[in-house]
């Protein structure tokens, strides 16, 4: 059985976008009004700036329990309803579901 290069390039691009379809979009958004913010991260990765630029929120994963985040360089879990003091700013974890998390962001 002979397998053409033309069949090969075929099965390997179905391959990688089968692959690819699989891949978590990232979604933020923020709305601020004076010091306080409310911020909703989706999927693993997904990243806000605030206070021009001075800070910094990435969630690195929530499994609807905990929300594990990157604030700053510095790491910080928190459930939902908890409150975090981190850098600056005062976190608190208002909703946590499975890999996203809504935030509100006092600085």
Do not use: P
């Not at 990688?16 to 009004?33: D, I, N, Q, R, V």
């Not at 630029?53 to 700053?72: H, M, P, R």
């Amino acid at each position: 059985m002979s397998v053409s290069l033309r069949s090969l390039l075929a099965i390997s691009t179905a391959l990688t976008f089968a692959a690819l379809s699989g891949c978590t979009t990232t979604t933020h958004s923020s709305s601020c009004s004076n010091n306080e913010c409310t911020v909703n991260l989706n999927g693993a990765g997904a990243d806000t700036t605030l206070y021009g630029d001075t800070v910094s929120i990435t969630l690195d994963s929530a499994d609807g329990d905990t929300a594990e985040l990157t604030v700053n360089r510095e790491s910080v879990s928190c459930g939902e309803g908890e409150t975090k003091n981190v850098e600056q700013v005062e976190i608190t974890c208002d909703t946590v579901g499975d890999d996203e998390v809504e935030l509100s962001v006092v600085g």
